[in-house]
């Protein structure tokens, strides 16, 4: 019996002994395609030749070094990177080990930015219904998702919720994408004054909605009219792209499709690409200049915050994404697995929607297209559909509570940025494989 704490204990899980490409090989041979990288992690596959000779270089020369002696030629190289190419207003770059770290950094910052300018009465954040920002507790505090809040509620902060920018869920027959972006800035806007705008610190939202709703991307404007409403009230915009960031929807940053520059920006996942654990804040000059001229100190800290050898590997992924001109691919490889999809199971009567942007897809299960009801959770069918698919020989990211955090089903697609057409080609067959076989198992109550 194995003495590891797993996620989920009961379950006996396969052992992952070597990875090749966009394949991970387990201890009896078998091949899993990893249509998901993990969680949308590794974005060049399982054995990248540079960055492990980046990892080995770093390794030798320096491992670690604390940051409250030192900093790293390392750290302040990928610090330079990113911000290079990050949106304008941003220009610096707070290292830490991943998703949730860098979410719980961004609370933290926003908070004590305010204070120190003497604002000490913005203490709210606003997020989104069906949103996901991490498991430590100010994240989770944030977040909209009903299930993974529940069991905490009692040590959670206060944290208040508006609706999500969810197309297939929440736009209205007949409302035009300009109009439902208006509604929405609208709800916004009038959560602030409910609040009282002068006590509101943030609003915080994920540029492409990731494991909670399955791939969703914001309308055409959403983003700048969201932005226009913080800017009328001196509210931060915190973007969390742990997992739609680093090049996953074919821009480095997501919210370059959006065009907009938020105050706060949270990266991890595809950072690292999953050969060390990292994650990052990037903050604005404005942010940044307020600490630097008050207190001179981040109330905050970790002891790997900056870790050389992660910020070494992550520095060889980033150089590789740009060198090899795997953006151009992430956009031309999503686009053939979205219209594969959509082509194959256009008369489907159990998918309801295929969305995404680049390799970051999602397909939504639902019992009956034309009413878009969901299947009784019973079923488990996302549970389900991983199974069939680990059969097959395929990772994917399939989760449950996509409609309220309870309720409905999807499958995120997230294969890493240098699958080629031929494999998009046999994620999708497999993958069409696992849903029918997962269907057929719960059979006539499927289709009552």
Request: one cysteine or more.
């Amino acid at each position: 019996m194995t003495t590891v704490f797993h996620r989920a204990p009961r379950a006996t899980l396969p052992v992952a002994v070597r990875g090749d490409g966009i394949e991970i090989l387990n201890s009896t041979g078998k091949r899993y395609i990893d249509a998901c990288g993990g969680a949308a992690v590794s974005c060049l596959g399982h054995s990248h030749p540079r960055v492990i000779e980046a990892i080995q270089r770093q390794v030798e020369q320096l491992p670690y070094a604390h940051t409250s002696f030192f900093t790293t030629e390392p750290a302040e190289a990928l610090a330079n990177r990113l911000i290079e190419a990050a949106p304008k207003n941003l220009g610096h770059v707070y290292f830490v080990s991943g998703g949730s770290e860098a979410m719980e950094a961004a609370l933290k910052l926003a908070r004590q930015y305010f204070v120190e300018k003497g604002q000490p009465q913005r203490r709210h954040f606003i997020a989104r219904r069906q949103s996901y920002h991490g498991n430590t507790l100010g994240a989770l505090a944030i977040g909209g998702n009903a299930w993974r809040r529940e069991p905490f509620l009692p040590i959670l902060i206060e944290a208040h919720h508006v609706s999500p920018c969810f197309a297939y869920r929440e736009q209205q027959a007949g409302e035009t994408d300009e109009a439902f972006a208006q509604r929405l800035a609208d709800e916004l806007e009038a959560k602030f004054l409910e609040l009282g705008p002068e006590s509101v610190a943030a609003f915080v939202a994920e540029t492409v909605v990731g494991a909670t709703a399955g791939a969703v991307p914001p309308v055409r404007e959403y983003f700048r009219k969201i932005r226009a409403v913080c800017d009328k009230y001196g509210v931060l915009l915190i973007l969390d792209e742990v997992m739609s960031g680093m090049g996953r929807t074919g821009y480095l940053f997501a919210c370059e499709e959006d065009g907009v520059s938020p105050d706060i920006l949270a990266i991890a996942k595809g950072l690292g690409a999953g050969y060390q654990p990292i994650g990052a804040t990037l903050v604005s000059n404005e942010i940044f200049d307020t600490i630097v001229g008050g207190s001179g100190f981040f109330q905050h800290g970790h002891t790997y915050i900056g870790h050389a050898t992660a910020c070494a590997a992550a520095l060889e992924v980033q150089k590789v994404i740009v060198e090899d001109r795997l953006l151009d691919n992430v956009k031309a490889r999503g686009e053939q697995l979205r219209a594969l999809l959509r082509e194959r199971h256009a008369n489907h009567p159990f998918i309801g929607d295929v969305r995404g942007r680049g390799l970051f897809t999602g397909v939504e299960l639902v019992q009956d297209r034309a009413s878009k009801a969901p299947f009784d959770p019973k079923h488990k069918l996302h549970a389900l559909i991983k199974s069939e698919a680990m059969k097959r020989g395929l990772m994917v990211y399939p989760m449950g509570g996509t409609v309220d955090g309870r309720i409905g089903d999807h499958v995120l697609i997230a294969p890493p940025f240098i699958t080629t057409g031929e494999q998009i080609e046999t994620i999708v067959e497999r993958l069409s494989d696992a849903i029918d076989g997962a269907l057929t198992t719960i059979g006539a109550e499927a289709a009552a």
